[in-house]
């Protein structure tokens, strides 16, 4: 499965960004896509997920209530919706995808989806004034 991220840049403290991942080149339904995202120096962290074929969604608690994680299907992409960014929400953020782990595992095994997970190149968010 290969992934194209979309959707970063720049935005201030309290804004919004919505990053968008596409998916080619299989059936995106047996896949749970997600986002990762890390810091300059640091391992890469667990942002959500999402199974694609019935919408099931996981959030770490650092984006609870700020972030939601949708699907469209028919276009094979899905969107991470970022508001009342932070400071600290500045990372480079990875779309990934695994077939065959629950929703929560994909977004926890960060070494699992690194060895055996398909990514995208990242997208850099910068929340800065």
């Known amino acids: 499965l290969q992934l194209v991220e979309s959707g970063g840049g720049l935005v201030q403290p309290g804004g919004s960004l919505r990053l968008s991942c596409a998916a080619s080149?299989?059936?995106?339904?047996?896949?749970?896509i997600g986002w990762f995202r890390q810091y300059p120096g640091e391992e890469h962290e667990g942002v959500s997920c999402?199974?694609?074929?019935?919408?099931?969604?996981y959030y770490e608690d650092s984006a609870k209530g700020r972030f939601t994680i949708s699907r469209d299907n028919a276009k094979n992409t899905v969107y991470l919706e970022m508001n009342s960014l932070k400071a600290e929400d500045t990372a480079v953020y990875y779309c990934?995808?695994?077939?065959?782990?629950?929703?929560?595992?994909?977004?926890?095994?960060?070494?699992?989806?690194?060895?055996?997970?398909?990514w995208g190149q990242g997208t850099q968010v910068t929340v800065s004034s």
């Open positions: 990934i995808a695994h077939p065959g782990l629950t929703v929560q595992a994909t977004c926890v095994m960060i070494s699992t989806i690194r060895d055996y997970g398909s």
């Open positions: 080149g299989s059936s995106v339904d047996q896949y749970v």
């Open positions: 999402i199974r694609m074929r019935d919408g099931i969604t």
